[in-house]
């Protein structure tokens, strides 16, 4: 968890009759909530990477077909994620979520680290025709305490696209504010999803190293360390825009989930940045097995009788069964 920290200028406003602090946010974390199964993952990597054996032109696709299905369409391949974070009013007056930034870095320090930034502007409670579109003032800050749209130009389009924000688990997801009342606290969740492209560029790389899975029609799977930084914004009326920074924080999305089915509201139960639990002491070796007794003497083998002259000779015995595999 990490605590979040407000604007400078907006921290402790000193107004006549009122005293207006910054709201605290602490992230609680990543869950995952959308992403394809490890067949499809196979299906979609397999006819790119692996080489037909008679070297014909879409030889290479029919075997794929045949270990994983059909390849799935990039829509089908999209990953989504849900960012919680708990928010503490801590004034006298209720503050309503304006401008939520959020910046996602895909494998941080490696060579193929993508950087991704969105900006969901949210939209006053009973606003007509209320969408996430950005105008020029939005995400954006005076301070450097905090950072701003601005700070994250070198992001790629459309690594991660906005899906919405609910104000408890369960709840349906839009682009209304939600509203921080007085003195409380509630859980916001903010939905997002990668872009197909982007990331499958990515993960391309990732399949290429276990192009030896795929030959083998084995299923594959893919770790993504991430980092995530942001800031939040509150429309504190006269009072001015507050802004509340978080991050950045680490952590790992694993693929895939088997059969993990998207959801309208909020909800799943896979934490992908929960802190990696402590290793499990290694089992003691078993005792050394005793010398196996000598197996006992073979019967004598019975001789079997001549064939008679012309006869045909008998056929010979069936080969032994092959052992079954051990498992890997």
Request: hydrophobic share 45%; net charge neutral.
């Amino acid at each position: 968890m990490l605590a979040g920290h407000g604007c400078a200028m907006l921290n402790n406003l000193n107004l006549p009759g009122e005293n207006v602090v910054a709201p605290t946010i602490v992230y609680q974390g990543a869950q995952l909530v959308q992403a394809p199964s490890q067949r499809k993952l196979a299906a979609y990597y397999c006819p790119d990477l692996v080489q037909s054996p008679f070297g014909l032109k879409g030889g290479s696709a029919v075997i794929c077909q045949g270990f994983f299905g059909p390849r799935p369409s990039p829509l089908e391949m999209e990953v989504g994620f849900d960012l919680t974070f708990r928010v503490k009013n801590p004034n006298k007056i209720p503050l309503p979520l304006g401008d939520v930034l959020t910046a996602v870095t895909a494998f941080p320090g490696a060579t193929n680290q993508r950087l991704g930034a969105a900006c969901v502007h949210l939209c006053a409670p009973g606003q007509s025709g209320c969408t996430p579109s950005a105008n020029a003032n939005s995400c954006q800050a005076s301070s450097h305490d905090v950072r701003s749209l601005s700070d994250f130009e070198t992001a790629a389009a459309n690594l991660i696209i906005s899906k919405g924000v609910a104000a408890a688990m369960g709840q349906p997801l839009t682009f209304t504010a939600p509203n921080v009342s007085a003195a409380s606290e509630i859980d916001v969740v903010v939905r997002f999803s990668f872009g197909p492209e982007p990331l499958l560029g990515m993960l391309r790389q990732l399949a290429f190293q276990s192009v030896h899975e795929l030959e083998a029609g084995r299923p594959i799977s893919y770790t993504i360390p991430f980092n995530v930084e942001g800031t939040v914004w509150f429309d504190a009326g006269s009072f001015g825009r507050i802004a509340v920074g978080y991050g950045p924080v680490g952590g790992t999305f694993v693929l895939p989930v088997q059969e993990l089915i998207p959801r309208q509201g909020v909800a799943s139960a896979l934490t992908a940045a929960a802190p990696a639990t402590a290793a499990m002491p290694a089992a003691p070796a078993p005792a050394a097995a005793a010398p196996a007794a000598a197996a006992p003497a073979a019967p004598p083998r019975a001789v079997p009788a001549a064939a008679p002259p012309g006869a045909a000779p008998p056929a010979a015995a069936p080969p032994a069964a092959a052992p079954p595999p051990r498992a890997r």
